[in-house]
Nanobody, 126 residues
Framework: AQLAESGGGSVEAGGSLTLSCAFSTSQYTYNMAWFRQAPGKEREGIAAISRRGITTAADSVKGRFTISKDNEKNILFLQMNSLKPEDTAIYYC??????????????????????WGQGTQVTVSS
């Protein structure tokens, strides 16, 4: 599978951005997610969507970020509102073609995702 993020940029605190991830795969994509990695920190899962469209989000972004997917156009989105300086990071989309039991327990974990994009920078200034 190939994943390509876009939509990153610089924004002031309180602003909004929408990230997109175009994906292509010869197999059915079961699960997808957005991760982010701030300087000096580990990559963390922030939002995920299952093949049935069930979503989950990390507490740090819950209520501010929304993940969605356009299955016809094969695009994954991350709508980010009320951005904070601590949201500054490189944002990655991830996907996998394998079903996962107990998806909720693993949805924001790196180990269930085989395919990754190159990342897009999001910078939020105070």
């Amino acid at each position: 599978a190939q994943l390509a993020e876009s939509g990153g940029g610089s924004v002031e605190a309180g602003g909004s951005l929408t990230l997109s991830c175009a994906f292509s795969t010869s197999q059915y994509t079961y699960n997808m997610a957005w991760f982010r990695q701030a300087p000096g920190k580990e990559r963390e899962g922030i939002a995920a969507i299952s093949r049935r469209g069930i979503t989950t989000a990390a507490d740090s972004v819950k209520g501010r970020f929304t993940i969605s997917k356009d299955n016809e156009k094969n695009i994954l989105f991350l709508q980010m509102n009320s951005l904070k300086p601590e949201d500054t990071a490189i944002y990655y989309c991830a996907a996998d073609t394998r079903p996962v039991e107990d998806w909720f327990l693993h949805a924001l974990k790196r180990y269930i995702y085989k395919y990754w994009g190159q990342g897009t920078q999001v910078t939020v200034s105070s």
